[in-house]
């Protein structure tokens, strides 16, 4: 029951920024997005949420569109160590995470 | 505890058998949540709870699949008569309580406890 798309799979250069895109359409006014990461099969791991503006922390940044149909999770600067698979998700209080198949980044030296 | 804890780390079981799975939220968590993770990238929600009570239990197969926390103790999943088709990577996670509905759901995962069913 994922509500949203990513692509499959992408490669980054080490050092440069990523951009990981996220199709949410039918995103509901008062759910939230959350991007998570599982890097190899370690338990996920969080990584930024947002409603509708856009949010930085050490980690990330979001970019939420207007329309908040879609958003960009971005890494600013790529390390081998930020290849995992992410999963951008939305929800809403402390209800279940509905995990799509992600998208499998690998970050290439 | 700072993290959520899982144990074991590794169970094995013949089919047929039964199977328990513990979890120690992070202290001061309100909500824990059982994930199962099939195949590498597909998460299945089985079931939520807020302290003790179950919070939501749409994903949990009823038939062989029973959850609890109990105050003072780990939550618990146990798995009566497994199946071939139960072999996989359960992950417990642990949130806070919200004050209001809505954001900050953020929730801590432990490091899962893989099941082998022969």
């Known amino acids: 029951d994922a509500k949203t798309t990513q692509p499959p799979s992408m490669d980054c250069a080490e050092g440069r920024a990523a951009n990981l895109p996220c199709n949410h359409s039918?995103?509901?006014?008062?759910?939230?997005v959350y991007w998570y990461r599982q890097i190899h099969s370690q338990g996920p791991q969080y990584i930024i949420h947002g409603l509708k503006n856009n949010e930085t922390n050490e980690m990330a940044s979001l970019i939420i569109t207007e329309d908040r149909k879609s958003s960009t999770l971005i890494l600013p600067h790529a390390t081998l160590r930020d290849t995992a698979v992410y999963y951008c998700i939305v929800s809403y209080g402390n209800n279940r995470l509905a995990f799509g198949k992600g998208n499998q980044v690998v970050v290439i030296p | 505890g700072e993290e959520v804890a899982q144990t074991p780390k590794h169970l094995v079981r013949g089919e047929g058998q039964k199977a328990k799975l513990y979890c120690a939220p992070i202290k001061g968590h309100s909500y824990v949540f059982w994930y199962q993770q099939v195949l590498k990238n597909e998460f299945k929600f089985l079931i939520s709870?807020?302290?003790?009570?179950?919070?939501?239990e749409t994903g949990m197969p009823k038939e062989r699949f029973s959850a609890k926390c109990l105050p003072n103790s780990p939550c618990s999943l146990e798995i009566q008569a497994t199946k071939l088709e139960d072999s996989a990577v359960y992950f417990c996670?642990?949130?806070?309580?919200?004050?209001?509905?809505?954001?900050?759901?953020?929730?801590?995962f432990g490091p899962g406890t893989r099941l082998t069913v022969l």
């Open positions: 709870f807020q302290n003790e009570n179950v919070f939501d």
């Open positions: 039918t995103i509901s006014g008062n759910e939230y």
């Open positions: 996670a642990s949130s806070q309580l919200s004050s209001w509905a809505g954001g900050n759901n953020e929730q801590f």
